[in-house]
């Protein structure tokens, strides 16, 4: 009988490791693609790109919030003087 060796917690956080140091890009689009493709089957296409949409435009929203931007010149930015 073939015994099979199975892999420690320690050397698939090891594996882990090295996937995300060596491949962030990849490992973030895959991620990206699986959440994208699980979300339209569940929810449809428009509701799943409105859902991406909401989404991109809270992290736009975030990162100028990161680069100090006060709140008054995000939205004058976005919706102009009026």
Known sequence: MIRKRCLTTLEW??????IWLNHRG???GVGIGLLFG??????GFWETFFVAACIFFGYWVGKR???NSGFRQILRK???DR
């Open 13 to 18: 956080e090891r594996i882990v490791n090295e």
């Open 26 to 28: 990849k490992t973030v």
């Open 38 to 43: 699980i979300l339209t089957a569940v929810l």
């Open 65 to 67: 919030a990161d680069e």
């Open 78 to 80: 976005f919706f102009g």
